[in-house]
């Protein structure tokens, strides 16, 4: 299957700092990016999905200018945690789309290894 | 989006096939049923996607119902390094918010030796 990679894969940061979080893939063009955070035992929750050169899509209940999403290009998504706090921290998990038409994608779905954030 | 159940556990013995069934009753004629799995501390990883005819891969063989109603994921041959967490999901269209997934609570498999 297509690859995306996420980085740091684990990251400790300080009380009212900023974080950022890559997510690229590697062998296609993403047009869609989903960035979703999970607590421990429990499942993965969608925060935002977006599209290459536009807007990031919210969903309810998700701090738009907490958790800042950029796709500025149709390989890479940043999430910014912006001052941080200990209640942030989690695993945080991208994913990424293709277009159907793609070969190596298509249109399904493929994640990555995911960030562990830590806020001390 | 369709809501999915699974059952909260299971277990199977290694070499066995593993059966994990899902139930989606509300699922539209469009909408596709995927199934993912996720390794403790990883990310989820694909593993098949139907609309209505059964489907086989590598990794797995999905059933899905007449009726669209349920499907089973198959592991014909268990090993214990398949014990995880599988999600089925049902996916909307890309042109509905891109297509994307939501999580259910999914089945945690354990393959016992």
């Known amino acids: 299957g297509a690859v995306v990679s996420q980085h740091p894969s684990r990251v400790i940061c300080k009380s009212g700092t900023s974080v950022k979080i890559e997510c690229r893939s590697l062998?296609?063009?993403?047009?869609?990016m989903f960035w979703y955070r999970q607590f421990p035992k429990q499942s993965l929750m969608l925060m935002a999905t977006?599209?290459?050169?536009?807007?990031?899509?919210?969903e309810q209940g998700v701090e738009k200018d907490k958790f800042l999403i950029n796709h500025a290009s149709l390989t890479l998504s940043t999430l910014t945690v912006t001052s941080a706090h200990p209640e942030d921290s989690s695993f945080y998990i991208c994913?990424?789309?293709?277009?159907?038409?793609?070969?190596?994608?298509?249109?399904?779905?493929?994640f990555g290894e995911g960030s562990w954030l830590t806020v001390v | 989006d369709a809501k999915t159940t699974q059952p909260p556990s299971m277990d199977c013995a290694e070499g066995r096939a593993a059966n994990l069934p899902c139930n989606h009753s509300?699922?539209?004629?469009?909408?596709?049923v995927y199934w993912y799995r996720q390794i403790h501390s990883q990310g989820p990883q694909y593993i098949i996607h139907g609309l209505k005819n059964n489907e086989t891969n590598e990794m797995a063989s999905l059933i899905i119902t007449e009726d669209r109603k349920s499907s089973t994921l198959i592991l014909p041959h268990a090993t214990l390094r398949d014990t995880a967490v599988y999600y089925c999901?049902?996916?909307?269209?890309?042109?509905?918010?891109?297509?994307?997934?939501?999580f259910g609570q999914g089945t945690e498999l354990s393959v016992k030796p």
């Open positions: 062998d296609f063009q993403a047009t869609t």
């Open positions: 999901i049902v996916r909307s269209p890309i042109y509905n918010q891109g297509g994307k997934l939501i």
């Open positions: 977006s599209n290459e050169g536009s807007k990031a899509t919210y």
């Open positions: 994913s990424a789309r293709g277009d159907m038409f793609q070969a190596t994608s298509g249109n399904t779905i493929y």
């Open positions: 509300t699922i539209s004629g469009n909408e596709y």
